[in-house]
T-cell receptor
Framework: AQTVTQSQPEMSVQEAETVTLSCTYDTSESDYYLFWYKQPPSRQMILVIR??????QNATENRFSVNFQKAAKSFSLKISDSQLGDAAMYFC??????????????FGTGTSLTVIP | DAMVIQNPRYQVTQFGKPVTLSCSQT?????MYWYQQKSSQAPKLLFHYYDKDFNNEADTPDNFQSRRPNTSFCFLDIRSPGLGDAAMYLC????????????FGPGTRLTVL
């Protein structure tokens, strides 16, 4: 199984400030997808942003952007202008792009983000 | 709206009493996943289906089984629940070989007495 590591179990950020969550992964594949998911307390897992490994351009979704470093196998999430509603557990996740055999979807260990008013 | 539905949302069972959790989807996705998530931990992949092909993770206990009778439905059977099996069980669906991100259901919270 591929390994996805989030080295920051907990992070905090002041409201309106910027925070970066880190993620590294280990794979021998060249084509894959990376995701950041958000899981608010007692609520559903929802997609924040995704990145295809073959794309060099970093993905951006409104206040959320990633820094994808393929050679370093690093995939960090930057949240700009943090809002109280951003408080949640954030999971980095990996999925192979192989159609038949590569459908495992693995999560990192998670980072709990607190937003301070 | 197309979605992933899990029933029941809360399930209480007794130690050793078999229990079945249900997942259905209207997305026509060919991949379905089952995850176990314990408090403050990451979801752990138990197994997944690629169409009808069942793929078990190496460390998934034999106590956990699954069935997928058709594209829309997938079941998680816990044959003899132990106290350590109390957790949130998440179902997710996806389309193989695509950039479509897995879509998650709301989960079923399992309590073992």
């Amino acid at each position: 199984a591929q390994t996805v590591t989030q080295s920051q179990p907990e992070m905090s950020v002041q409201e309106a400030e910027t925070v970066t969550l880190s993620c590294t992964y280990d794979t021998s594949e060249s084509d894959y997808y990376l995701f950041w998911y958000k899981q608010p307390p007692s609520r559903q897992m929802i997609l924040v942003i995704r990145q295809e490994a073959y794309k060099q351009q970093n993905a951006t979704e409104n206040r959320f952007s990633v820094n994808f470093q393929k050679a370093a196998k690093s995939f960090s999430l930057k949240i700009s202008d943090s809002q109280l509603g951003d408080a949640a557990m954030y999971f980095c996740a990996y999925r192979s792009a192989r159609e038949v055999t590569g459908n495992q979807f693995y999560f990192g260990t998670g980072t709990s983000l607190t937003v301070i008013p | 709206d197309a979605m992933v539905i899990q029933n029941p949302r809360y399930q209480v069972t007794q130690f050793g009493k078999p229990v079945t959790l249900s997942c259905s989807q209207t997305l026509n996705h060919n991949v379905m996943y089952w995850y176990q998530q314990k408090s403050s931990q990451a979801p752990k992949l138990l197994f997944h289906y690629y169409d009808k092909d069942f793929n078990n993770e190496a460390d998934t206990p034999d106590n956990f089984q699954s069935r997928r009778p058709n594209t829309s439905f997938c079941f998680l059977d816990i044959r003899s629940p132990g106290l350590g099996d109390a957790a949130m069980y998440l179902c997710a669906t996806s389309r193989a070989g695509s950039v479509i991100s897995p879509i998650f259901g709301p989960g079923t919270r399992l309590t073992v007495l």
